[in-house]
């Protein structure tokens, strides 16, 4: 009988952790490592700093031990990407509501409108809906 394999290798070390890095990508200018982050653990202030392009980005958060670079880095493309979407949100008009200004072909059957007719606001005013009162007429009987 032979050996078994599993007594006969070696211990392995440890795996060594990448270090988290330090110096990011602009945002504004897409100049790599240009962004230098510093944290302040006394003040639980962390900044940061485009040596290209001069942007500054600064967040007060509560500081955990867990708190690194990157984090304040990720911080700031959230903060930019929510500026983002509210200068989108305010420069576009919500889209008009087609249901509420033209019905649909179906309706437009069934008042009586022949296929491309426009409704007019004097159409609108004199819509009643008969079949109701008289489906309720028979109803009662």
């Not at 867990?66 to 008009?93: G, N, R, S, T």
Request: charged share 35%; glycine share 4%; with cysteine.
């Amino acid at each position: 009988m032979g050996k078994r394999k599993k007594s006969s290798r070696q211990p392995q070390g440890k795996k060594k952790r990448e270090p988290l890095a330090t110096q990011f990508k602009c945002v504004f200018c897409a100049h790599e490592t240009s962004v230098g982050v510093s944290i302040d653990r006394k003040n639980k202030l962390g900044t940061l700093h485009c040596r290209q392009c001069g942007q500054h980005f600064q967040s007060k958060s509560p500081m955990d031990a867990l708190m690194q670079p990157v984090d304040i880095y990720f911080e700031w493309i959230d903060a930019c990407e929510d500026v983002a979407k509210e200068q989108a949100a305010a420069a576009q008009p919500p889209p008009p509501s087609s249901r509420a200004t033209q019905p649909s072909q179906r309706e437009k059957s069934r008042l009586g409108m022949a296929p491309g007719e426009r409704m007019t606001e004097e159409d609108r005013q004199f819509i009643e809906d008969d079949e109701a009162d008289a489906e309720q007429e028979y109803a009662d009987e």
